[in-house]
């Protein structure tokens, strides 16, 4: 049988983990707010609605950024709409879902609930049936402490301490013939770069999103990223990557080597980037932030022209088995493999829609199986990133040919000692794996996390010297080690 061999040494580190990369995104969309995060009269809702079972699972899978209101919904929103008093708010069409809009559920709800829930906001501002004023009016609703019309209006509605929302995007998915208000990059790279600025104005302590392309097969890809930063390099901080894997569209092995497309996507992103700093002679390096990823059965999804309007659509509410699980492990390793660059992440969604939480309206809520990888590699993934020294028998794919069945990345926190090894088999043999710890002669393997294709429930095992490590077909591991002494 051959064997994966694996060499970690502290020397070979990326970067440290930032812990936004854990991030997650809550879309009015489908179920994902209402009947998802916001239910009133839910046995286990508050009094202002808010799920506090989903609450708790929040909290465990461990998100750390959460990213609202759109996506897609974002491009026809009026923030203005969903805060006063719940009596005034305007019931709306939304375009991008050609769904109802209660509008009951709006920014002040959904800052108390990312406080409840432990999470960091990230705001969205509509770029696209909107524009420059709205955005640095809702910079100034959220950030600014009191004095001026709309700091005045959030006081009004009963908020006195400002939001003080450290990450805003641009608009999203502006290049996507499908977005409400879609833009030409040059277009586009104007307006963001106005309204970064304006928003920068009310708030320069902001770190701003410029939308890159919608995923790597747009015909612009690329070129967008190009002409947008060439407009905005000096406002925005971060250019955005989207990235959805559909187990339907390739062949099976593909899919499985989903992480094979994400590393050269980052790669490909990151040297556009750098290829306009050099253009440009800047100094800054425009970081990443892979605001939506996730895996999704995108084939099955009917297109909104041909649904009826609805108020509560069951939308995406795809159902995971346990080689999605795999890939999602497997694409939170080449998000940490690329920590020096990409230090934003949100799965998308969070609860419902394509999503690792689920509920049933009035009933339960549950974890999916792609829940596992994402909690663990949040609660694990501490300290610096190592990138291990790995050998590894090749798997066949149609889209990427030959490539490693196993793929590794770890993780170390100095503070605690603690080493922690995420990998996964993505192939169909098993792979023994030999790991070689010659420059942590003290750690030793405590615990073994894993999950497989044909047992999707998370496993714990716990280890001693010794003990062989197999990696069963399709399957992810998180592999935790300490020092001797901490034992
Ligand atoms: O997450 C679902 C949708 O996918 C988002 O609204 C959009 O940005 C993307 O195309």
Known sequence: ?????????????????????????????????????????????????LRG??????????????????????????????????????????????????????????????????????????????????????????????????????????????????????????????????????????LA???????????????????????SDMPTFAAWEA????????????????????????????????????????????????????????????????????????????EPEDRAIEELPALIEDDYNGTDAVVVGNLLISMLRHADRLTVGAQAQLVNVIAPIRTRAGGEAWRQTIFHPFAHTARLARGTVLRPALTSPDMTTGRFGEVPSVDAVATHDEESGALTLFLVNRGTEPVPLAVDLRAFPRHRLREHLTLSAEKPELTSVPMSDGDEILLPPVSWHALCLTPEESR
């Not at 064997?3 to 990369?21: E, S």
């Not at 995104?25 to 998802?36: A, K, P």
């Open 53 to 190: 079972d989903v609450l708790d699972l929040v909290r465990e899978l461990g998100v750390t950024t959460v990213r609202y209101p759109g996506g897609n919904f974002v491009s026809g929103y009026r923030w203005e709409d969903g805060v006063g008093p719940r009596g005034d708010r305007p019931r709306r069409l939304d375009l991008a879902w050609r769904a109802l809009e209660s509008n009951a559920f709006g920014l002040n709800e959904f800052m108390r609930w990312s406080s409840l829930a432990g999470v960091e906001p990230m705001m969205a501002v509509n770029l696209g049936t909107r524009g420059i004023e709205a955005a640095a009016e809702l910079v100034e609703y959220c950030n600014l402490a009191e004095g001026t019309a709309a700091s005045d209006l959030r006081r009004k509605h009963g908020v006195a301490q400002p939001h003080d929302v450290r990450l805003w995007c641009l608009g999203n998915e502006m290049d996507g013939p499908w977005q409400i208000g879609s833009l030409t990059a040059d277009e586009y790279g104007r």
């Open 227 to 302: 002409t947008v930063l060439e407009h905005a390099y000096d406002q925005v901080d971060y250019i955005s990557l989207h990235s959805y894997y559909d187990p339907e569209k390739h062949d099976e092995a593909s899919f499985r080597a989903s992480a094979v497309d994400l590393d050269g996507f980052i790669d490909n992103v990151v040297a556009t980037a750098d290829h306009v700093r050099a253009k440009l002679r800047r100094q800054k390096r425009i970081k990443l932030s892979l605001d939506e990823w996730n895996v999704w059965y995108q084939s099955r999804f009917t």
């Open 1 to 49: 049988m051959a064997v994966a061999q694996l060499t970690l040494d502290p020397a070979y580190t990326i970067a440290p983990v930032d812990r936004r990369l854990f991030g997650s995104f809550v879309e009015h969309m489908g179920r994902c707010v209402y009947t998802g995060i916001f239910e009133p009269g839910h046995p286990s809702a508050d009094a202002d609605g």
């Open 193 to 215: 770069a106005r309204a970064g600025h304006a928003m920068r104005r009310v708030d320069p302590s902001i770190e701003l999103v410029a939308c890159g392309s919608s995923n």
